[in-house]
């Protein structure tokens, strides 16, 4: 039994633990031992305690007295028959394992007493001295334990004084050890619990969090504090009160663990209820943007430069559609607390709409913008990878100053959204920056946007296809092609890496990506009647994967043009598998069964696996341009890619070798054994009516590197 109680062994005071069913001591630490002559805990195990401490036969007035009661503390002085000494003692019951204790506190009242006197003789600078700096240092003791120590200090009104009943808080503490708490009477009213005195309070207060998502996040952070022996824990969460009501509180505590950090010894907090003061998002726990608003406002005028961080989560819409919405929840949950946790102090944090998030330093408080965003970053990134998902640009940046990026709050959250607008579209930068020009910019291109759906509207009026050729490696022939998409705006040709995501954010894609595979089908029929070999790809959007009807629309639109099988290929990614893995796979077995051919594209671009390649059923593996880079700069990559080749060929996997310029490049490139190459070296995207008159003069197109 004195493993619950090991906390009490070096304290100075005398420590008694009784069992009051049959008056037996349980436990006695080690000043308890020496003065009362048990230098062992064999001394006083089993032993009556009125025997041990008082040399009586029968239990003493302490056992039976009526004034004890269940966490109540009763003050005592009384002056010990076998010791011959008096005593302040502070005893109370608690139960523990469905057993009834007594604790008992006890110090020497004379050696208190001795220590009072020597300090009211010091003069007044020494007095100072000794409470500010000999008595809090000679045991390292805080300023509070030194307070308790030379004071009167009643625990019991200091707790009900700060819990008092319409407090918009409740204030709990425990022993890690029993694994016994005290809550604070608001908390035992509200939510139904039977006394102040909780066994496991961890556990009993999560069956208290509705929420199942909220419940899952609570148990892990409290088995992470433990796991990695932190100090504080920080949570926002719903809790559900003893009448079916549920309201968003946040809690934090601190956990006090021993010297060597390997025991957890106390935990103590409080739980604050949000709803009754914040206007908050019913999912992450972060305040409204009309929240943002009132707190900008109450800045201005202060003279005070106030950092924000615009920032919004990338790849949600397919995190939403293929996983469901409840995982997205719990993502965004997950997320909004570790930055609670890890940036509260520093950042107030705001939803502003969608996944658009605000963050602004609190007053007083210097960040710079580089750290910010870094720190940001890895926490969204450390949440992603936990759920299993890509963090490659989890999230998109933009960096302002209040107020001198915009005159009114309201100016400030427009211009903070069309920052993170800004750094959707340019993934490359690390975070987007304000100016004058860039807004301009961004205006320019919600312009673009506008027009985007009015083209999609008028039957994808200004987009078109063109087909970049992909060549033998031995003749240089022309053998299939990939097809590219192509917008005009006001005249001028739009690089797909700025409108592809605004048709992806927008949903767009879904109609566009129909129309595309409508033309790849009709085009590749009128090529197969100059060349009957021709291999047409085509690539798809992870939203189209994900679009129930896009396998019936393939299905229905190869019948309908009556095109043969065995001359579409499909190209994939490698992010489409480590984000979708299931669905995809679902989705190119539909399509090998249509006779679509399956294309791993960009091999070699990130964290390429050779698993992929014997993984899935892939007939065609792609490399990347960044390889083209690494075989003409050494010998041994050379190898290394010559090696890849070998297996996809012994694995019945043909090779395309993209990205080739030069005629350097082309001589390596011949000796890994590829079977296709594809670059500007050859040829550039071609129109389809270019291509088309090529193919129809006997492959007379001009190559572009000849």
């Not at 008992?104 to 009072?116: C, Q, V």
């Not at 709409?353 to 710079?368: C, E, L």
Request: net charge negative.
């Amino acid at each position: 039994m004195e493993n619950n109680w090991e906390f009490f062994e070096n304290l100075q005071e005398l420590i008694f633990v009784i069992d009051m069913e049959n008056h037996t001591m349980a436990y006695m630490n080690h000043s308890a031992r020496n003065a009362f002559g048990c230098p062992d805990h064999k001394e006083y195990q089993n032993r009556k305690c009125y025997e041990i401490l008082q040399g009586l036969s029968t239990p003493c007035p302490f056992c039976t007295d009526s004034v004890l009661a269940m966490g109540r503390f009763h003050d005592w002085e009384y002056t010990n028959p076998l010791t011959h000494v008096t005593y302040i003692l502070r005893d109370t019951l608690f139960e523990l394992n469905e057993k009834i204790y007594r604790i008992e506190l006890a110090y020497d009242k004379n050696s208190r007493d001795i220590e009072k006197s020597e300090r009211q003789s010091f003069t007044p600078d020494t007095k100072k001295f000794w409470d500010d700096n000999i008595t809090p240092l000679s045991d390292g003791s805080t300023a509070f334990q030194t307070f308790i120590r030379n004071n009167y200090f009643d625990a019991e009104a200091f707790f009900r004084s700060v819990a008092i009943p319409d407090a918009p808080y409740y204030l709990y503490f425990g022993d890690l050890q029993s694994n016994l708490y005290y809550i604070s009477d608001n908390m035992k009213d509200d939510f139904g619990f039977l006394d102040n005195i909780v066994y496991n309070l961890i556990d009993a207060w999560g069956e208290k969090i509705s929420n199942e998502q909220d419940r899952m996040l609570y148990h892990e952070d409290l088995r992470h504090i433990m796991e990695q022996k932190k100090g504080v824990h920080s949570l926002r969460y719903r809790i559900t009160d003893k009448n079916g009501i549920t309201t968003w509180v946040h809690c934090r505590g601190i956990v006090k663990w021993s010297g060597d950090k390997n025991t957890a010894l106390f935990f103590s907090g409080c739980v604050s209820r949000l709803d009754s003061d914040f206007s908050l998002d019913a999912v992450t726990g972060f305040l409204r943007e009309q929240s943002a608003l009132n707190d900008l406002a109450a800045r201005n005028g202060t003279m005070e430069t106030t950092l924000i961080v615009g920032f919004g989560l990338n790849h949600f819409t397919y995190i939403n559609d293929s996983k469901g919405r409840a995982s997205g929840d719990m993502l965004l949950r997950a997320i909004s607390n570790c930055l609670l946790e890890k940036l509260g102090s520093l950042f107030t944090f705001y939803r502003l709409d969608g996944i658009r998030f605000m963050a602004v330093s609190k007053q007083n408080v210097s960040y710079n913008e580089n750290e910010a965003v870094e720190n940001i970053r890895l926490t969204i990134e450390e949440c992603y990878s936990k759920q299993k998902l890509s963090t490659k640009q989890a999230a998109s940046f933009g960096i302002l100053h209040f107020p001198d990026n915009g005159d009114t709050p309201q100016e400030i959250l427009e211009n903070t959204m069309t920052l993170i607008s800004i750094a959707k579209l340019n993934s490359d930068l690390k975070y987007s920056k304000f100016s004058s020009d860039v807004i301009a910019k961004q205006k320019d291109k919600s312009s673009m946007a506008l027009s985007l759906s009015e083209n999609v509207e008028k039957g994808c009026e200004g987009f078109r296809i063109v087909v970049q050729p992909i060549v033998s490696r031995d003749t240089g022939k022309i053998i299939g092609g990939e097809t590219l998409l192509r917008w005009r705006y006001r005249g001028q040709e739009i690089s797909p890496v700025v409108f592809i995501p605004l048709l992806e954010e927008t949903r767009m894609i879904l109609t566009v990506g129909k129309w595309v595979f409508g033309q790849v089908v009709s085009l590749c029929k009128q090529i197969l009647v100059f060349q009957p070999d021709f291999l047409l790809s085509f690539n798809v959007s992870y939203l189209q994967i994900l679009d129930d009807t896009f396998l019936p629309f393939i299905q229905q639109t190869i019948a309908e043009i009556g095109l043969l099988q065995g001359h579409l290929m499909l190209e994939l990614t490698e992010t489409h598998f480590d984000e979708m893995p299931i669905r995809l796979q679902e989705f190119v077995a539909e399509c090998l069964k249509m006779g679509i051919k399956f294309a791993l594209d960009d091999f070699g671009n990130g964290f390429s696996s050779l698993q992929m390649l014997f993984k899935y059923p892939v007939n065609v593996i792609k490399l990347d341009r960044t390889l083209m880079n690494e075989i003409t700069h050494s010998s041994e990559n050379l190898d290394f890619i010559m090696s890849i080749v070998y297996a996809c060929h012994r694995s019945k996997k043909q090779v395309c070798v993209e990205g080739v310029e030069t005629d350097a490049e082309l001589e390596i490139v011949r000796q890994t054994d590829c079977d296709m190459i594809q670059g500007f070296y050859f040829y550039r995207p071609l129109e389809v009516a270019d291509l088309l008159r090529g193919l129809e003069g006997d492959g007379g197109i001009l190559a572009e590197g000849r």
